[in-house]
């Protein structure tokens, strides 16, 4: 149900939040904004996990995990280990068409192949049948049928292609320096069979370089001569091809006050011969889901998930790396390459309305920081995935995604106004030059309203509940087609004045 609350009644309700603005200021003036930053085309895009690609042990469904045996991170298991943790998942179908059809939806993006099982991968080049047990030294088997399928997936979907390769014992000399060969057979593939790798990156998450899949001891001087190697190898292989890095992960305020990674990202960046990216990269996760903790501050409960601590949480991680990023990388672009609710799979609530919030949040507060391109992982695996793992079906995420990919242009601008709880963000229109979408997140029970001088289109998403699976577009509930095509997504005109924002709502307005 949607109704009106007087601006009087509004204001109370600000009041009591602590968040009450001046009149003027709820006034979004559009006439001449200053743009403050500039984002790539390809700003929202996704990750696919190499385990799903080769199918392996991953983030175990919350149905079938024993809560009484919770491990927590902190514990020392390797990989795939523990069992209460990860379940067997088969290779995922990149030539499903449904699948196709809404990785379609989000492009121009970046398809990003990685993860840490990308680390310990094994290529097997030949035609032969996929091999049982990877040889020594590597954990998963990765065949030609199955990376053929990862660039026709991409090429179908107008997805750019990111990877990361095998840093394991199975890719070292006998001093433990890291050779290319398996890189090279790999490359060598994707160009005979006309496919393109457009971005790489060395190795994921190199901060936890043992649990990473690197040789016991493994150090930041280590770190620095195997990038020099992998640089070399990439320039003469990829030329042109940006190389991103460090891809470190935890810093920032994830980890609980006195708890380190085993190597920082100073470490990294400041071993010699220095490593030379030419995008700096990071992940970002708010916290860790219950299948690896349960209790703060590792573990976020649902009831915070709508708090300003846990919405803006991201712009502490960002805080944290741009530091790094301006000490040691000071003319790189920036890219969030892997980030989503929370790290283990994601929290239940990742899948439902809940996360929304959180989800556009981060969007338009790092797209305001500068941050070119955010990778959000994962595109259909766990229950941070934009689709349900074994249907496809789109979750309340995607839509967003799909709303953001329609209506966010890459300019970005200041909205001249602090909403307090409401989020406001200002982008150019992805189509259209002569207009701009203003996004508007409420993640408060009470409607909030702001005054627009311009009459516009308006795109409204509610869901019936917070911790709900179902989104409303205007009030019409979105789900693809009987064709299995995504439906029309069209807004509501909208006179200039007083535009209401539902509690927990969104509205998308674009305006001349």
């Known amino acids: 149900m949607h109704y009106t609350v007087p601006r009087l009644i509004c204001w109370a309700v600000l009041w009591a939040t602590g968040s009450l603005w001046a009149q003027t200021a709820l006034t979004i003036d559009l006439t001449d904004p200053e743009q403050v930053a500039e984002i790539d085309e390809r700003f929202s895009s996704y990750n696919v996990e190499m385990a799903e690609v080769v199918g392996g042990d991953f983030w175990i469904p919350y149905d079938q995990m024993d809560t009484t045996?919770?491990?927590?991170?902190?514990?020392?298991?390797?990989?795939?280990?523990?069992?209460?943790?990860?379940?067997?998942?088969?290779?995922?179908?990149?030539?499903?068409?449904?699948?196709?059809?809404?990785?379609?939806?989000?492009?121009?993006?970046?398809?990003?192949?990685?993860?840490?099982?990308?680390?310990?991968?094994?290529?097997?080049d030949n035609d032969s049948t996929k091999l049982e047990q990877a040889p020594e030294g590597f954990r998963n088997v990765l065949s030609r049928d199955e990376w053929r399928g990862v660039h026709d997936f991409a090429a179908a979907t107008d997805a750019d292609l990111m990877t990361s390769f095998t840093i394991s014992s199975g890719v070292r000399d006998a001093d433990g320096r890291w050779t290319p060969d398996?890189?090279?057979?790999?490359?060598?593939?994707?160009?005979?069979?006309?496919?393109?790798?457009?971005?790489?990156?060395?190795?994921?998450?190199p901060n936890m370089p043992e649990?990473?899949?690197?040789?016991?001891?493994?150090?930041?001087?280590?770190?620095?001569?195997?990038?020099?190697?992998?640089?070399?190898f990439i320039h003469e292989a990829l030329p042109g091809v940006p190389i991103a890095g460090p891809d470190a992960v935890g810093e920032g305020g994830l980890m609980p006050a006195g708890m380190a990674m085993p190597l920082s990202t100073d470490d990294l960046l400041s071993a010699t011969p220095q490593p030379a990216f030419d995008v700096f990269a990071y992940h970002h996760y708010g916290g860790v889901s219950r299948r690896c903790a349960t209790e703060p501050p590792m573990h976020s409960p649902v009831d915070s998930a709508l708090t300003d601590t846990w919405l803006r949480k991201t712009l502490g991680t960002h805080t944290f790396y741009e530091e790094q990023h301006d000490l040691h990388l000071p003319n790189t672009p920036i890219w969030l390459t892997e980030t989503a609710e929370?790290?283990?799979?994601?929290?239940?609530?990742?899948?439902?309305?809940?996360?929304?919030?959180?989800?556009?949040?981060?969007?338009?507060?790092?797209?305001?920081?500068?941050?070119?391109?955010v990778m959000h992982n994962t595109l259909t695996a766990s229950e941070y995935g934009l689709l349900d793992q074994a249907t496809h079906t789109p979750r309340p995420n995607y839509w967003a995604a799909l709303l953001w990919r329609?209506?966010?242009?890459?300019?970005?601008?200041?909205?001249?106004?602090?909403?307090?709880?409401?989020?406001?963000?200002?982008?150019?229109?992805?189509?259209?030059?002569?207009?701009?979408?203003?996004?508007?997140?409420?993640?408060?029970?009470?409607?909030?309203?702001?005054?627009?001088?311009?009459?516009?289109?308006?795109?409204?998403?509610?869901?019936?509940?917070?911790?709900?699976?179902?989104?409303?577009?205007?009030?019409?509930?979105?789900?693809?087609?009987?064709?299995?095509?995504?439906?029309?997504l069209n807004g509501v005109a909208t006179e200039a004045g007083t535009l209401e924002v539902p509690g927990y709502g969104v509205v998308f307005l674009v305006v001349e």
């Open 69 to 124: 045996q919770t491990t927590e991170i902190g514990t020392t298991l390797e990989l795939g280990e523990d069992q209460n943790r990860y379940r067997y998942r088969p290779p995922v179908d990149l030539s499903n068409e449904r699948l196709r059809t809404l990785a379609r939806g989000l492009s121009p993006a970046f398809m990003r192949v990685s993860g840490s099982w990308a680390n310990y991968v094994y290529f097997q």
């Open 182 to 205: 398996q890189a090279r057979q790999l490359l060598d593939f994707t160009k005979e069979e006309g496919g393109t790798v457009d971005a790489v990156q060395f190795f994921n998450e």
């Open 211 to 232: 649990y990473a899949g690197a040789p016991k001891g493994y150090t930041a001087q280590d770190f620095a001569g195997d990038v020099q190697r992998f640089t070399d």
């Open 342 to 373: 929370a790290a283990c799979g994601g929290n239940p609530w990742a899948a439902e309305w809940i996360d929304v919030f959180r989800y556009l949040s981060q969007m338009g507060l790092l797209a305001r920081e500068d941050v070119k391109i």
């Open 406 to 488: 329609r209506l966010m242009g890459t300019q970005v601008y200041d909205p001249g106004v602090d909403g307090g709880r409401l989020g406001v963000y200002l982008h150019s229109h992805r189509n259209d030059p002569d207009a701009k979408t203003l996004l508007l997140i409420n993640p408060t029970e009470s409607p909030m309203t702001v005054d627009v001088p311009a009459p516009g289109q308006r795109y409204t998403l509610t869901s019936d509940g917070l911790r709900s699976k179902t989104v409303y577009l205007n009030g019409e509930e979105l789900a693809l087609t009987d064709a299995d095509e995504l439906p029309e």
